[in-house]
């Protein structure tokens, strides 16, 4: 590692133009701040939805434990879903959207500064809209897909679902105001002479994500303003007596919810696609293929949703349709994990955590997929529906597939946000026992199941061939605990006293590691000219460059033309001094979201029955913030 | 260095406005905005049309009903009176095209008078989006006045829930309008707004197709 640390001289001057203080976090419009809100907001979320899975695992550790009740149980199995979902793998990628994208495509922020931090306020009051009903024993407790009608008026009528409801509105206004920013940012902020077929692969699947993003949102919006109406207005959407009908809710609910999935997952597959080459310096292998195969997933993704339905029989030519349209996305999928085998194939790898990280999400997401490619098949999915076979399944997913790649992307990229290394050890130590731990708590999740254990159940009697695995699955939540507890006290530290980085510590070949650790405000003092998608091994290590394509065809004409533009930045000046106009900090996009919460949160005033109150906070609200929003689109931005 | 330092800020200052593409981020925005707001419609019009026919209850869109208890309801959509609505609608993405016309040729010959008045076109569609509001307000009544409410039957849940946003998303575009209008006579629009008023009008416009699909689908399919 000793070559890979810095001279003192960057970090000294790391700090120069970081503001402190809550006002300036409350009014920031700085992406690589709102990237780092969103990071610190979403490994908060991270350790309560963790508490969730241990309450759960330790409920279940054991036959007939009275650790909590029903009722109780329910709430937290419902919070632990929603939580790692939107208030955790959601906004980790988000963290990342905001900080890398701009500094990948060689640009001074994003599109549209002011709607980022009001995505931002959004989430994060949306998110303690939906968290804090928890203290209250009133958390949403009919799971995270809420299924109508037991999500409905009739079966669902305390206040615990309204959280869940609304709240998943809120969210929903923030992914779709980050999608719309980063779709413009990615097709209109592009640094010179980068070609979409040059933009680095996280960018790639980036944007992907968000044109699934804009496509699924509105339509669980849709499906959530119905149950919101037959909750609160006393219409029959969901309805049975009234014609109604419950599948409405599940086409609905999963035509958003399976292409989430996705856009769950393929951040962290850019994540990934990012860290192999670096550390195999190579380049990625088939690029155009991982980029087709990433639209090809989208593209599919939208056309599977029934697979989470074929228990509710909806006759061969739907369940045969669903089926090979399901084990079709298993082949962009699989060329993805065949590429990222064929990038290590042959190249000269290191292996720091961020590696390990990796090579873990190719393995364990592996796993995940196919037993996915199991659920394809009806007659195998109706044996394993609503058993501990599918949590497992989707747990190697989500757990061995986007948080492996979401660590695989912190530790990488920590050294660029903080200018210091994490601790290689302790990453070691969390790294073997988050690996241990997940395939022990993961794993038997698969014989349970296959046993019969259903999903959802806060207890079982004893003597079923479940108690061993349950207990296997417990164990490997607390190792889990311990990991992340070794990655928390590694991430404080090491943000103050970690080895100083350079600005390229990995030798890595895109554009944000030309620009000093942490980057300055303005992140770029020129914007850089790309000539190639690879410029920073232009630059370093024009070895690995044979066969990537340049502007110009001609060796000598590449070595000049690239070695001007992208050249590495030391200094670092305030953009005062280099006369670049920095967006203004403001408090408006906070206040339209606050507007936004309060709004939603007189609809639960009227559920508790004083309807004056609940018209004058909507209005209330509602005023607040179309004021705000007036305010905000009649000041200048920078 | 202090020379390609002043070469930087000035550079930096000439790629404030640099956009990859040419087009205005706003404009990118807004064409993402509709795509979402494409699939918001579909859904809400998907749900109307497979609820079709499926309340248990009257009354009804296209029949009239007698209750168990002997009380007869009409027929409860009014194909002339909602036809007239429309024709205002669709007039008033005339209106828009000619407003932003008008701002973006201010000053030039054959934008002089009334005709070639910002004003006076940004104020024309206010106003028929108005009235096509005003269409929905005495529309949504008389329907109450003939027993459907959003309570009634899954046929009213679904109508008044597409109409009901169809309908939210007109009002917040004639407050937009009033806006716009509100800017030109505090100060005049010219042709740096022309961009402003162009998203505005993507936005009027889709508003008005969506009311087409809901119309042909709704009403005019029996």
């Known amino acids: 590692m000793a070559s890979l640390a810095a001279s003192p001289t960057h970090a000294s001057a790391a700090s120069t133009s970081e503001q402190t203080g809550l006002w300036s976090w409350l009014t920031t419009v700085d992406h690589k701040r709102i990237g780092m809100l969103y990071l610190y907001t979403a490994l908060f979320y991270l350790l309560v939805g963790g508490l ?312 364990m997401f592996t796993i995940g997929g196919i037993s996915g490619v199991m659920h394809a098949s009806p007659p195998s999915d109706l044996q394993q529906t609503d058993t501990y076979f599918v949590v497992a399944h989707f747990h190697y997913v989500l757990y061995g597939g986007a948080m492996l790649g979401i660590f695989a992307g912190l530790y990488h990229y920590f050294p660029k946000i903080t200018g210091r290394f994490m601790s290689e050890r302790l990453g070691e130590w969390h790294f073997w026992l988050n690996f241990i731990g997940l395939n022990l708590t993961f794993f038997p999740m698969h014989f349970s199941g296959m046993l019969g254990m259903p999903r959802r159940i806060y207890t079982y009697d004893a003597g079923q061939g479940w108690d061993l695995f349950n207990l296997m699955s417990t164990s490997g939540t607390y190792m889990l605990l311990i990991a992340g507890l070794i990655f928390a006290y590694n991430f404080f530290t090491s943000r103050r006293n970690g080895a100083l980085a350079s600005n390229d510590p990995w030798g890595a070949p895109t554009l944000e590691w030309s620009i000093p650790s942490p980057p300055p405000e303005y992140n770029f003092a020129q914007i850089p000219e790309v000539t190639s998608r690879y410029p920073m091994w232009d630059l370093k290590a024009p070895d690995r460059m044979a066969g990537i394509k340049h502007t110009h065809a001609d060796a000598a004409v590449i070595a000049e033309a690239h070695a001007v533009p992208v050249h590495e930045e030391t200094e670092r000046r305030t953009a005062q001094e280099l006369g670049i106009p920095m967006p203004f900090p403001t408090i408006k996009p906070f206040m339209v979201a606050l507007g936004i919460v309060i709004l939603f949160s007189g609809l639960i005033v009227m559920h508790a029955g004083n309807f004056p109150l609940a018209m004058a906070t909507m209005l209330g609200g509602a005023a607040f913030m179309v004021g705000s929003l007036y305010a905000w689109l009649t000041s200048p931005l920078e | 260095m202090s020379t390609a330092a002043t070469a930087g800020a000035h550079e930096a200052h000439e790629h404030t406005h640099y956009t990859t593409t040419g087009l205005h981020h706003r404009k990118i925005a807004m064409w993402a905005f509709i795509g979402s707001e494409c699939m918001l419609f579909g859904s809400l019009i998907t749900t109307y049309l497979v609820y079709k026919g499926r309340s248990v209850a009257g009354p009804f869109p296209h029949e009239a009903w007698t209750s168990p208890d002997g009380k007869a309801f009409p027929a409860i959509l009014d194909i002339p009176v909602t036809s007239a609505s429309t024709f205002v609608l669709l007039m008033s993405s005339l209106f828009m095209v000619l407003a932003l016309a008008a701002v973006e040729n201010k000053g030039k010959p054959g934008y002089e008078g009334r005709l070639g008045s910002s004003k006076f076109w940004l104020a024309a569609t206010a106003a028929a989006g108005a009235t096509f509001l005003g269409f929905q307000a005495f529309e949504f009544t008389s329907f109450v006045h003939h027993g459907l409410t959003i309570k009634t039957n899954l046929f009213g849940s679904s109508f008044f829930t597409l109409t009901g946003f169809h309908g939210a998303h007109v009002a917040v575009g004639v407050l937009w309008l009033m806006t716009m209008l509100f800017i030109d006579i505090k100060r005049g629009l010219g042709p740096k707004d022309a961009l402003n008023v162009d998203i505005m009008a993507l936005y009027w416009h889709f508003v008005d197709v969506v009311w087409i699909a809901i119309f042909t689908l709704v009403y005019l399919i029996k």
Not at chain 1, 211 to 221: K, R, S
């Open chain 1, 52 to 363: 969730e899975a241990l309450v759960l695992r330790t409920q279940l550790a054991k036959p007939n434990m009275g650790l909590i009740s029903a009722e109780t149980y329910n709430q937290v199995f419902t919070m632990h879903g929603t939580t790692m979902i939107f208030l955790v793998v959601m906004p980790l990628s988000a963290a990342f959207f905001n900080y890398l994208i701009p500094l990948q495509i060689g640009a001074r922020d994003v599109a549209f500064p002011r709607l980022n931090a009001f995505s931002y306020w959004v989430y994060a009051l949306g998110g303690l809209f939906i968290t804090l009903p928890i203290f209250f024993g009133v958390a949403p407790n009919g799971g995270w897909f809420g299924y109508a009608p037991l999500s409905g008026p009739t079966y669902g009528g305390g206040f615990n679902m309204d959280f869940w409801v609304l709240g998943l509105q809120i969210l929903g206004i923030s992914s779709l105001a980050a999608a719309f920013n980063f779709i413009t940012t990615i097709i209109n902020l592009r640094a010179p002479g980068m070609t979409l077929m040059r933009m680095p692969m996280f960018t790639w699947m980036s944007f992907v994500v968000q044109f699934m993003v804009v496509l699924a949102f509105p339509v669980v919006t849709a499906a959530l303003f119905f149950l919101q109406f037959d909750r609160f207005f006393g219409t029959h959407f969901y309805e049975v007596a009234a014609g109604g009908d419950p599948l409405l809710w599940q086409h609905l609910f999963w035509v958003f919810g399976h292409p989430e999935v996705y856009i769950l997952i393929l951040p962290a597959f850019g994540l990934v696609s990012e860290v192999l080459p670096t550390h195999s310096r190579k380049p990625l292998f088939g690029y155009n293929v991982m980029a087709y195969s990433g639209i090809m997933i989208g593209f599919l993704g939208f056309g599977v949703w029934a697979h989470h339905m074929f228990a509710v029989g909806m006759g061969p030519v739907a369940d045969s349709i669903f089926s090979v349209a399901t084990m079709l996305i298993g082949i962009p999928t699989g060329v993805k994990i065949f590429n990222w085998i064929a990038t290590m194939y042959g190249g000269s790898l290191r292996f720091p955590v961020s590696m390990k990280f990796a090579i873990g999400l190719v393995a």
